[in-house]
């Protein structure tokens, strides 16, 4: 850069700097004194200096373009608006899920049956009798409103409900185990999501892991050998995250109990991602029930609330009555314990579970998993309709494709659900761009980019997504033009 014109930059810049309106003068534009009335005004404040800031950044930052940068009170605003809006944004909020994943677990894994929702609302807005026996008048249990469901649905003696399936693991190894042994396979060594292991979760419980057999292969014999008077419990974890296959085998349940009996030992059984329906009707094999478990005659069953149950956030702890009421008199249960909203959310999940028919109709997991291919094809059709009669063809191509969905949240891993997609690309706008831009919307859409194409299964669209995906690439296309 010439000595004349880097003096001319610099005056510029000086003189930008010095036209930077303050803060009090923007509290006193119009657009600035509405937003006082509906926002917090040290969150208006806070947003009008990063604005300014901002502007300031882009003058010293890019001499060269600081003629282009607005400084118009009406654009700023604008701008301040905006910041104001994202600053008073949630953090955790509503997504559009056309991943074709059901129980996601980055987007919240199983959706609440209305049932569930209405409860929660009724419960929230009253007092209610969550530790209270209302026909003894006195202190009561609030583990008692999901205990007798769960024991009627499954046949098992007795239930606990507890925050989540690890931390129902931990509590039943810390109150059986704790300090003495716990025999499992070493093929069933699982990791679960968040890097959390069986094996850290059963050395936090206080309990001895001793580990049997081999990766892919475990029989009776090697349990047998590896039990002793320091033996606690025979454990037997459910792979429901993933497969091994090949040169294979592994011990039954009821192998397991039948040892159990001759050395007096309880057997345990983490199922993970428990079920109370059978879903090889619909295509899927290999993941055992919740009631096949307990007829089995596991002492000891856990799995979670909120996976393919269907239902909030918790881990549920069922079996044999002496060994649950030892479970709920140890301390960490408190620490463990479960609110009014999630018994209230799963109380109502499990009332539908006593007709089937009722709970593939009205819980969203069950359902997206029933959900016929013939209606997926009509409204994948429907959608591209949709799509291109919104939004101008030179700006995006929509197309209907085969393709597969997933269970999801570690459930039934390597099996695929048959199901149709929406594909949208253009020339105009790279497809990780566009996908970047769904997601920064608001509602964010969150989709699958394969084959440089956005893909949304619309397994996993709720009633009102098909809108607002619309509405998001009719603003897309009319940005182009």
């Known amino acids: 850069m010439d000595e004349p014109s880097a003096h001319i930059d610099r005056s510029l810049v000086q003189d930008l700097l010095r036209r930077l309106p303050g803060v009090d003068a923007l509290l006193l534009h119009p657009t600035i004194t509405q937003a006082l009335e509906q926002h917090p005004r040290k969150l208006v404040i806070e947003s009008i200096r990063q604005v300014i800031e901002a502007r300031r950044k882009r003058i010293l930052e890019n001499p060269g373009e600081a003629a282009q940068i607005s400084l118009a009170l009406?654009?700023?605003?604008?701008?301040?608006?905006?910041?104001?809006?994202?600053?008073?944004?949630?953090?955790?909020?509503?997504?559009?899920?056309?991943?074709?994943?059901?129980?996601?677990?980055?987007?919240?894994?199983?959706?609440?049956?209305?049932?569930?929702?209405?409860?929660?609302q009724a419960l929230c807005r009253s007092y209610n009798n969550l530790e209270y026996d209302i026909q003894r008048g006195q202190r009561g249990s609030r583990y008692v409103h999901a205990e007798c469901l769960l024991c009627e649905l499954t046949g098992a003696e007795a239930a606990l409900v507890v925050n989540n399936n690890a931390g129902a693991v931990l509590l039943v190894l810390n109150t059986l185990a704790s300090g003495r042994e716990v025999v499992v396979s070493r093929g069933q060594l699982v990791e679960i999501g968040g890097s959390f292991r069986i094996p850290d979760v059963m050395r936090a419980s206080g309990a001895i892991l001793r580990d049997v057999g081999c990766t892919n292969r475990t029989h009776p014999r090697d349990y047998e050998e590896a039990i002793n008077e320091e033996t606690a419990i025979l454990m037997k974890v459910h792979t429901s995250n993933y497969r091994i296959v090949g040169f294979t085998a592994e011990v039954s349940l009821a192998d397991l109990v039948a040892l159990g009996k001759k050395h007096g030992l309880p057997v345990v059984e983490d199922l993970g991602s428990g079920s109370f329906l059978d879903f090889s009707p619909y295509g899927l094999r290999g993941e055992p029930t919740v009631q096949e478990t307990v007829r089995a005659g596991a002492d000891v069953v856990t799995f979670s609330g909120d996976k393919l149950l269907g239902g909030p956030q918790?881990?549920?702890?069922?079996?044999?009555?002496?060994?649950?009421?030892?479970?709920?008199?140890?301390?960490?249960?408190?620490?463990?314990?479960?609110?009014?909203?999630?018994?209230?959310?799963?109380?109502?999940?499990?009332?539908?579970?006593?007709?089937?028919?009722?709970?593939?109709?009205?819980?969203?997991?069950?359902?997206?998993?029933?959900?016929?291919?013939?209606?997926?094809?009509?409204?994948?059709?429907?959608?591209?309709?949709?799509?291109?009669?919104?939004?101008?063809?030179?700006?995006?191509?929509?197309?209907?494709?085969?393709?597969?969905?997933?269970?999801?949240?570690?459930?039934?891993?390597?099996?695929?659900?048959?199901?149709?997609?929406?594909a949208a690309h253009s020339e105009h706008i790279g497809t990780s761009r566009l996908e970047a831009a769904l997601r920064r919307g608001r509602p964010p859409i969150i989709g699958r980019i394969e084959s440089d194409r956005l893909l949304m299964d619309v397994r996993t669209l709720q009633p009102g997504d098909d809108e607002i995906i619309r509405e998001a690439f009719a603003a897309l296309g009319a940005g182009m033009n």
């Open 74 to 120: 009406d654009d700023l605003a604008a701008h301040i608006l905006e910041r104001v809006s994202d600053l008073s944004d949630f953090t955790l909020k509503t997504v559009v899920n056309a991943t074709g994943i059901i129980v996601h677990t980055n987007l919240g894994r199983s959706l609440l049956t209305e049932e569930a929702v209405q409860r929660l």
């Open 314 to 422: 918790a881990g549920i702890i069922i079996g044999k009555q002496d060994l649950i009421a030892r479970c709920r008199k140890n301390p960490l249960t408190r620490a463990l314990r479960v609110d009014k909203m999630t018994l209230a959310a799963l109380e109502a999940t499990l009332q539908l579970y006593r007709d089937e028919r009722f709970a593939i109709e009205r819980i969203p997991t069950l359902r997206m998993i029933a959900a016929p291919l013939s209606s997926l094809e009509a409204r994948a059709g429907n959608l591209v309709r949709m799509l291109r009669s919104a939004v101008p063809s030179q700006s995006f191509h929509f197309d209907l494709q085969p393709g597969f969905s997933q269970v999801g949240g570690g459930s039934l891993p390597a099996q695929d659900l048959h199901t149709w997609l929406v």
